[in-house]
């Protein structure tokens, strides 16, 4: 009989138990940090739940010097390749009437004119103005004397929370401007007519339709834009 096979058995070393200070939804969306920041390429350091994302400069991003005429007044600026103009506008000159809507050139309240044309200033780098004519919302009135199309949005209330309503009377103003010219739009019925195009509802609602009021307040503001192009009409923005 092997006496070795009786020997008691020592029970097996037991691994140590550790607590764990997180709770479910923390550890949760601790790994969808880092899982999302792995899949998107971001580097990202942290300690337990804390994650924070390190920015990366992009490689020879210097300054480039940058002259602009911003509502009457000439501007030498030095600013980052990549800067939009809004953001331009919005952080280094502090001309914050412009807004940051959607920030991909689908909502229009951003909108400014540049040489008297209107663009989206989010999808617009700064740089490429360079020596241009740029008007923000702030340099449409003539001191204390409001534009006509400004007069005209408080007559008719072509607005409500006011959001849009900068980037909507820039769009106005350059659209009256693009009818005096006889520019046609996609539902101009007579493609050849010579002078200025007539401004119905239809029209209007077509040549406004870059800028979106959230507020639904589009029935004044066709009412303002007809005024502005016919003063003294009166709700003829609803006609068709």
């Given at each position: 009989?092997?006496?070795?096979?009786?020997?008691?058995?020592?029970?097996?070393?037991q691994?140590p138990i550790?607590?764990?200070s997180l709770?479910r939804?923390?550890?949760?969306a601790?790994a969808?940090?880092?899982?999302g920041?792995?899949v998107?390429?971001f580097?990202?350091?942290?300690?337990?739940?804390t994650?924070v994302?390190?920015?990366?400069?992009a490689?020879?991003a210097g300054?480039?010097?940058?002259?602009l005429?911003?509502n009457g007044?000439?501007?030498q600026?030095?600013?980052d390749p990549?800067?939009?103009?809004?953001d331009l506008?919005?952080?280094?000159?502090?001309?914050?009437?412009?807004?940051?809507?959607c920030?991909?050139g689908?909502?229009g309240a951003?909108t400014?004119?540049?040489n008297g044309?209107r663009?989206?200033?989010?999808?617009s780098?700064?740089l490429?103005?360079?020596?241009?004519q740029i008007?923000?919302?702030?340099g449409?009135?003539q001191?204390?004397?409001?534009h006509?199309v400004?007069a005209?949005?408080l007559?008719?209330d072509?607005?409500?929370c006011?959001?849009c309503?900068?980037?909507q009377?820039?769009s106005?103003?350059?659209?009256?401007q693009e009818?005096?010219?006889?520019?046609a739009?996609?539902?101009?019925?007579?493609?050849?007519?010579?002078?200025?195009?007539?401004?119905n509802?239809?029209e209007?609602?077509?040549?406004?339709s870059?800028?979106?009021?959230?507020?639904?307040?589009?029935?004044?503001?066709?009412?303002?834009v007809?005024?502005?192009h016919?003063?003294g009409?009166?709700?003829g923005?609803?006609?068709?």
């Amino acid at each position: 009989m092997n006496h070795e096979n009786l020997k008691p058995e020592t029970p097996q070393q037991q691994r140590p138990i550790y607590r764990w200070s997180l709770s479910r939804r923390e550890f949760v969306a601790a790994a969808g940090l880092l899982t999302g920041g792995a899949v998107m390429g971001f580097p990202i350091r942290g300690s337990g739940v804390t994650v924070v994302e390190v920015e990366q400069p992009a490689a020879g991003a210097g300054s480039m010097p940058l002259q602009l005429t911003i509502n009457g007044k000439q501007q030498q600026l030095t600013v980052d390749p990549r800067t939009t103009l809004l953001d331009l506008l919005r952080e280094k000159l502090q001309l914050t009437g412009t807004k940051k809507g959607c920030d991909h050139g689908q909502c229009g309240a951003c909108t400014v004119l540049t040489n008297g044309r209107r663009i989206n200033s989010c999808l617009s780098l700064a740089l490429t103005h360079e020596g241009e004519q740029i008007t923000t919302i702030e340099g449409i009135a003539q001191g204390d004397q409001l534009h006509p199309v400004q007069a005209a949005f408080l007559e008719h209330d072509g607005f409500q929370c006011g959001y849009c309503t900068p980037g909507q009377i820039c769009s106005a103003v350059a659209l009256l401007q693009e009818a005096r010219k006889g520019d046609a739009s996609y539902v101009t019925a007579d493609l050849r007519k010579i002078g200025t195009a007539d401004l119905n509802a239809n029209e209007i609602r077509e040549r406004m339709s870059g800028n979106i009021c959230r507020c639904g307040a589009y029935p004044g503001i066709v009412a303002a834009v007809q005024e502005a192009h016919s003063p003294g009409t009166r709700g003829g923005g609803e006609k068709s």
